[in-house]
């Protein structure tokens, strides 16, 4: 059974840095894509990011609004990915969800239960 | 970026209804199309994907088809434990968007 559990959600300053892991399990995680996708209280969601595979040079992409500042990264060894945020700002508040990629369709298939991050002063 | 527009934003339905939700895409995304179902203070979950495959485990009375910009999402004979938020997500261009989403409510 896949299960995606994130972990390192919390309160931080704005202008601060965080990082959310992802821990996966019950598949081959080296062999997916990974998302991230968050969702501002009483919001719709919102791609953040995504690591490709090692067969894919585990190159990421991410949305706009968070390029400079949030970097996805993974360790195949672990069954983890991470997202280091830094440079928080107040509108980065939200459930983080951390997602499986199909391997064949790459579409999401299975999500996390996601993990709150507040930035507030 | 692609804007992903969903009608309507809500909807009233009683058990037993069929309802059908709309999708469109400022541009084209051939069938790159996923929809996914909501609870409060949930996560996520997957329904559809290429815009009318059905994911493993997910009953038949969803469905949905389209191609090139415009979606549908039919849930037939609904049941209390269907009314949820419902988005769709392009998945054709980066950077993937989301629709704003329909929330589905009992009448």
């Known amino acids: 059974e896949v299960h995606l559990v994130e972990s390192g959600g919390g309160l931080v300053q704005p202008g601060g840095s965080l990082r959310l892991s992802c821990a996966a399990s019950g598949f081959t995680f080296s062999d997916h894509y990974m998302d991230w996708v968050r969702q501002a209280p009483g919001k719709g969601l919102e791609w953040v990011g995504r690591?490709?595979?090692?067969?894919?040079?585990?190159?990421?992409e991410y949305v706009a609004s968070v390029k400079g500042r949030f970097t996805i990264s993974r360790d195949d060894s672990k069954n983890s990915m991470y997202l280091q945020m830094n440079s928080l700002k107040t509108e980065d508040t939200a459930v983080y969800y951390c997602?499986?990629?199909?391997?064949?369709?790459?579409?999401?298939?299975?999500w996390g239960q996601g993990t709150l991050v507040t930035v507030s002063s | 970026d692609i804007q992903m527009t969903q009608s309507p934003s809500s909807l009233s339905a009683s058990v037993g209804d069929r309802v059908t939700i709309t999708c469109r895409a400022s541009?084209?995304?051939?069938?790159?199309l996923a929809w996914f179902q909501q609870k409060p203070g949930k996560a996520p979950k997957s329904l559809i994907y290429a815009a009318s495959s059905l994911q493993s485990g997910v009953p038949s009375k969803f469905s949905g088809s389209g191609s090139g910009t415009d979606f549908t999402l039919t849930i037939s004979s609904l049941q209390p434990e269907d009314f949820a938020t419902y988005y769709c997500?392009?998945?054709?261009?980066?950077?993937?968007?989301f629709g704003q989403g329909t929330r589905l409510e009992i009448k």
């Open positions: 997500q392009q998945y054709n261009t980066y950077p993937i968007t």
């Open positions: 541009q084209g995304i051939s069938n790159y």
């Open positions: 997602a499986r990629v199909h391997s064949g369709n790459y579409y999401v298939d299975y």
């Open positions: 690591t490709r595979s090692k067969a894919n040079s585990y190159t990421t």
